[in-house]
């Protein structure tokens, strides 16, 4: 396959998932704040975990687990 024939494809796949977000967000039945707010939440816990090692902070999302070194003590480990 050439390389004019894959970039139109891929083109054509990114205007269709374009499209559909697009469709899904200007719905009746779309409930597009909470996605957005859903988005904003998923963001800061990944950006809270990521930097939980520098900052000594938190646990992970969605879990009662520490971030550390605690599964160093575990046995087999």
Do not use: D
């Given at each position: 396959?050439?390389?004019?024939?894959?970039?139109?494809?891929?083109?054509?796949?990114?205007?269709?998932?374009?499209?559909?977000?697009?469709?899904?967000?200007?719905?009746?039945?779309?409930?597009?704040?909470g996605?957005?707010?859903?988005?904003?939440?998923?963001?800061?816990?990944?950006?809270?975990?990521?930097?939980?090692?520098?900052?000594?902070?938190?646990?992970?999302?969605?879990?009662?687990?520490?971030?550390?070194?605690?599964?160093?003590?575990?046995?087999?480990?």
């Amino acid at each position: 396959m050439s390389n004019t024939l894959i970039e139109a494809l891929v083109a054509i796949l990114t205007a269709v998932v374009g499209l559909a977000a697009l469709a899904v967000l200007v719905s009746k039945n779309a409930n597009t704040a909470g996605v957005f707010q859903a988005g904003g939440s998923a963001f800061s816990s990944m950006l809270s975990a990521a930097t939980a090692p520098v900052t000594g902070g938190g646990t992970m999302p969605a879990s009662n687990f520490p971030i550390g070194n605690s599964w160093m003590t575990q046995p087999g480990f």
